[in-house]
């Protein structure tokens, strides 16, 4: 499966705190393409993770942190799904 295919939210948040935690590493992929090109599974996971990544610069991380600060998690999902839809 490709990333953030079933637990998108999740995947936005995983991201999220990875950049907040200032993370410089590699990301790791756990995926089994038997059916499809691998080659072009792993060219659609990393589209995957830098137009989540997009959505989140769009949103800001300030604005995300001041909504989580204020314990506002719904305006931060509604946040997210204005950006996305």
Same mark, same amino acid.
């Given at each position: 499966?490709?990333?953030?295919?079933?637990?998108?939210?999740?995947? +936005?948040? $995983?991201?999220?705190? @990875?950049? #907040?935690?200032? /993370?410089?590493?590699?990301?790791?992929?756990?995926?089994?393409?038997?059916?499809?090109?691998?080659?072009?599974?792993?060219?659609e996971?990393?589209?995957?993770i +830098?137009? $989540?990544?997009?959505? @989140?610069? #769009?949103?800001? /991380?300030?604005?995300?942190?001041?909504?989580?600060?204020?314990?506002?998690?719904?305006?931060?999902?509604?946040?997210?799904?204005?950006?996305?839809?």
């Open positions: 499966m490709y990333p953030a295919s079933v637990h998108t939210i999740e995947y +936005l948040e $995983l991201l999220y705190w @990875l950049e #907040k935690m200032k /993370y410089n590493g590699y990301y790791s992929l756990d995926i089994n393409p038997y059916r499809e090109d691998s080659v072009q599974v792993v060219r996971s990393f589209a995957w +830098l137009g $989540l990544r997009r959505v @989140l610069d #769009k949103i800001g /991380y300030e604005t995300i942190a001041q909504k989580m600060e204020k314990e506002n998690h719904v305006a931060v999902t509604s946040l997210i799904r204005q950006m996305m839809i």
